[in-house]
């Protein structure tokens, strides 16, 4: 069974920093069988959107909100996903989820870590 998990998430004020950690287990982070690995968000009373991936041969591609403040990473020896988050602002406030597609059409999910960047 492919599980994801969250973490690294939290109250900070705003212009700090925090780094997210997707850990997913009972699927093997390869080039071979990994298609795209993602973060997205959600705020309250809003659409959950993308936030940075990673696709296989085109490589990283982040939302325009957050293009040079947020890095997408990811470590295949660890099966981890990273999303570096600099410079934060309250409207980075969101449940951020990880997503990993798989060859094949298979996605998973995580259960989502909550940012919260107080102004």
């Known amino acids: 069974q492919v599980q994801l998990v969250e973490s690294g998430g939290g109250l900070v004020q705003a212009g700090a920093s925090l780094r997210l950690s997707c850990a997913a287990s009972g699927i093997i982070f390869s080039i071979f069988n990994i298609k795209t690995v993602a973060w997205y968000r959600q705020a309250p009373g809003k659409q959950r959107e993308l936030v940075a991936r990673i696709t296989r041969g085109e490589g990283t591609h982040y939302a325009d909100s957050v293009k040079g403040r947020f890095t997408i990473s990811r470590d295949n020896a660890k099966n981890t996903v990273y999303l570096q988050m600099n410079s934060l602002k309250p409207e980075d406030t969101a449940v951020y989820y990880c997503?990993?597609?798989?060859?094949?059409?298979?996605?998973?999910w995580g259960q989502g870590t909550q940012v919260t960047a107080s102004s």
């Open positions: 997503a990993v597609s798989a060859v094949g059409g298979r996605d998973y």
